[in-house]
């Protein structure tokens, strides 16, 4: 059968016909679903049982180019915009929550660094300075597979973006001293480089988050540890533990962004946010997915028995269907629109959009386990997953759903400045 746009199990999230793909980026996004289905399909159970790091998976990435799928195709990689990344990332997403998550903190080192970057302002200096340092740290993924990581939460407003970062980096000769605790430290003990958000201070300065400087931590450094256990309800597989970091030598070619530069990137991308999203997006598609595949008798790993037949699970699937229709549209209107200096309705709508898919993912997983019945949800079969790991999507800083909510209303309500007596 040809999956393009027949609707079938597995066919493309979005059919690059029907939304106008061109065919480089379709190429991309079905060497991420194939990857997935042959791939990470088979292995996602067990890490979930066993909360372990699929490090196969990453391993099996980089031959694929996967790895590279974000660095610029000058330096070796295959230059995949935002929203190619997004559209792949969604495709893992429906096959292993938690590698698709995982591959995003890996992927955005060089998105952010990379196409995203390329469209910030910068002066001549701080261009010139990025396009000095960049080269090395695309060359140890194009060349040696390191994986790079995320880790930016702290437990407190830092990731939030509403107070400097604890995590501290001193300027000392050649580089910097960084010391400071982030937890949920996804590839913890995984990744090669923990890319940090840390703010630079200088004895007697007063901590700002205009001041926070993105840099890439060796996981060998000394000073580097890994802390605490990681036993949480979904998302198992990221092994997200306690990165601590005290008094580790970083040099400065480890700047991942020239000084002042993330903080500006935050603030003028701030669809840079939404790369949280596409994991979820895949799950919903996943939810969806298992159950015609079950009420048709044809999951694997069941009996063949319909239960397609019922009226009520007929008007489910089609609440389902309208639900993930909805999810799908807003969603590939706001990852095609990013920018740099985006409209005030396009941030608005990419508030909407995160908080649509990260909340309508698990409702969609929650409606499949009514709909399918009891054994649906057993273990034996991925819905369960599906279900806690969708779970975990409108917890994640700094757009969460409360959050996205919170930002929705003000400033639809409110222009910059404006303030009521
Ligand atoms: C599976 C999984 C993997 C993760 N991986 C990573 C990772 O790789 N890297 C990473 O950096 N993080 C990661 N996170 C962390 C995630 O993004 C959150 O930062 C984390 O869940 C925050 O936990 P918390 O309980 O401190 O959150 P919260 O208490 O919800 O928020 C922390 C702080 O943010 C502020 N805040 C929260 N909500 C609001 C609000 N509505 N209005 C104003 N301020 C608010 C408050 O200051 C609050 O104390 C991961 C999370 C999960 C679940």
Redesign the pocket.
């Known amino acids: 059968m040809n999956l393009t746009d027949t609707g079938g199990r597995d066919a493309p999230i979005f059919a690059p016909d029907a939304f106008r793909l061109g065919d480089e980026e379709a190429a991309l996004i079905d060497k991420a679903r194939r990857f997935g289905a042959r791939v990470l399909s088979p292995r996602a159970a067990q890490h979930d049982r066993e909360a372990t790091f699929p490090i196969e998976n990453f391993r099996d990435m980089h031959p694929e180019g996967l790895l590279r799928i974000c660095v610029p195709k000058e330096h070796g990689g295959l230059g995949a915009s935002f929203r190619t990344y997004c559209l792949a990332a969604a495709e893992l997403g429906r096959y292993c929550g938690?590698t698709a998550?995982?591959w995003n903190?890996h992927v955005c080192s060089t998105l952010w660094t990379g196409a995203l970057a390329d469209d910030l302002e910068m002066s001549a200096a701080e261009r010139a300075e990025h396009n000095a340092r960049r080269p090395a740290h695309y060359r140890r993924i194009v060349e040696d597979g390191a994986l790079y990581?995320?880790?930016?939460?702290e437990?407190?407003?830092a990731?939030?973006g509403?107070?400097a970062f604890g995590t501290e980096a001193r300027p000392v000769a050649g580089g910097f001293l960084v010391s400071g605790k982030?937890?949920?430290?996804?590839?913890s003990g995984a990744a090669d480089y923990y890319g940090i958000l840390c703010t630079e201070r200088a004895e007697g300065e007063e901590a700002s988050r205009r001041n926070t400087l993105y840099l890439a931590v060796p996981a060998n450094a000394p000073g580097v540890s890994v802390t605490g256990d990681w036993d949480?309800l979904?998302?198992r597989g990221?092994v997200?533990r306690t990165l601590l970091m005290k008094d580790v030598f970083v040099p400065e070619s480890e700047l991942l962004m020239p000084h002042g530069v993330y903080f500006r990137a935050a603030t003028s991308w701030p669809h840079m946010f939404l790369t949280?999203s596409p994991t979820y997006m895949g799950l919903a598609q996943a939810a969806y997915d298992f159950t015609v595949a079950y009420l048709r008798g044809e999951a694997p790993g069941t009996p063949p028995v319909k239960r397609r037949m019922f009226p009520t699970k007929q008007v489910a699937v089609a609440e389902m269907h309208v639900m993930l229709e909805q999810t799908k549209a807003l969603w590939f209107q706001a990852v095609s629109e990013a920018r740099a200096n985006p409209t005030k309705s396009q941030v608005l709508r990419a508030y909407a959009a995160q908080h649509t898919v990260m909340e309508n993912a698990n409702t969609l997983a929650a409606k499949a386990i009514r709909t399918c019945g009891g054994q649906s949800m057993l273990k034996s079969l991925p819905l369960e997953r599906i279900y806690r790991d969708s779970r975990?999507g409108s917890?994640?800083?700094?757009w969460?759903a409360?959050?996205c909510l919170?930002r929705l209303g003000r400033e639809t309500l409110y222009e910059p400045g404006e303030k009521d007596e």
């Open positions: 938690a998550l995982s903190m990581s995320q880790p930016f939460s437990g407190g407003a990731a939030a509403a107070a982030k937890i949920f430290a996804s590839l949480p979904g998302m990221t997200s949280l975990c917890l994640m800083l700094p969460t409360e959050i919170d």
